[in-house]
C-alpha cells in the first residue's frame, strides 16, 4: 500500500465542489479542507506506484477547478496506533 499526501490549490469559490469530486476519486481515502499555502489535501491510497499517476495526474489535477497539486508520498508513519490494520481495511 503505497499512501501520497496530495497538497491542492483550487479555485477559492469552488473548494466545496472540488472537495466532494476529490473525494469520490477511487484511490483517495481523505480530503481535508485546510488554511494556509494549499486549500485542500488529499489523502491517496493505492496497491503501486503505477497506480499514482492514474489517480492523482489523471483524475485529481483533471477536476474542475483544481489549479495546481503538489504530491508527497509517505515512507513511513510514526503512530501510537495501528496504522497497517486501519490502511488494509477493505484491501485484499
Given at each position: 500500500?503505497?499512501?501520497?499526501?496530495?497538497?491542492?490549490?483550487?479555485?477559492?469559490a469552488?473548494?466545496?465542489e472540488?472537495?466532494e469530486a476529490?473525494?469520490?476519486?477511487g484511490g483517495?481515502?481523505?480530503v481535508?479542507?485546510?488554511t494556509g499555502?494549499?486549500?485542500?489535501?488529499?489523502?491517496?491510497?493505492?496497491?503501486g506506484?503505477e497506480?499514482l499517476?492514474e489517480?492523482?495526474?489523471?483524475?485529481?489535477?483533471?477536476?474542475?477547478?483544481v489549479?495546481?497539486?503538489d504530491t508527497?508520498?509517505?515512507?513511513?508513519?510514526?503512530?501510537n496506533?495501528?496504522?497497517e490494520a486501519a490502511?488494509s481495511?477493505?484491501?485484499e
Amino acid at each position: 500500500m503505497i499512501t501520497a499526501i496530495v497538497m491542492i490549490k483550487a479555485e477559492v469559490a469552488r473548494i466545496p465542489e472540488v472537495a466532494e469530486a476529490i473525494a469520490e476519486i477511487g484511490g483517495v481515502s481523505e480530503v481535508y479542507s485546510v488554511t494556509g499555502g494549499v486549500d485542500l489535501i488529499a489523502m491517496v491510497r493505492v496497491r503501486g506506484h503505477e497506480d499514482l499517476a492514474e489517480v492523482i495526474p489523471g483524475r485529481v489535477n483533471k477536476v474542475p477547478g483544481v489549479l495546481s497539486s503538489d504530491t508527497h508520498i509517505a515512507f513511513h508513519a510514526y503512530s501510537n496506533h495501528d496504522l497497517e490494520a486501519a490502511f488494509s481495511l477493505g484491501m485484499e
